[in-house]
């Protein structure tokens, strides 16, 4: 396993997680790591990457209330959510992106928004 995801839960709607994701591939050999979600019948999609460099991108529906971060040192990207809503439920995946080869994924962290 080369990605370790967590953090996921149960949170009410304007309620704040924050999830983790470490790699076991040394800082050294990542170039960026991100988060995708996918929704109940819904296609996988990006929410927000980040570049070893601290370059951030992220989907305009999280624009504003998720963060992105990556703490080098331990090889683990974190992602804040603040002013969540339903409509953020879905299942967090974490993806490397090694500096060679090929990307590699989490298995997924569930989040649920709901009173």
């Known amino acids: 396993v080369r990605l370790v995801e967590s953090g996921g839960g149960l949170v009410q709607p304007g309620g704040s997680l924050r999830l983790s994701c470490t790699s076991h591939d040394t800082v050294f050999s990542i170039a960026a790591m991100g988060w995708y979600r996918q929704a109940l019948g819904k296609p996988r999609e990006l929410v927000a990457t980040i570049t070893s460099g601290g370059s951030a991108t992220y989907v305009d529906s999280v624009k504003g209330r998720f963060t992105i971060s990556m703490d080098n040192a331990k090889s683990t990207a974190y992602l804040q959510m603040n002013s969540l809503k339903p409509e953020d439920t879905a299942v967090y995946y974490c993806?490397?992106?090694?500096?060679?080869?090929?990307?590699?994924w989490g298995e997924g962290t569930l989040v649920t928004v709901s009173s």
């Open positions: 993806k490397g992106t090694p500096k060679v080869g090929a990307d590699y």
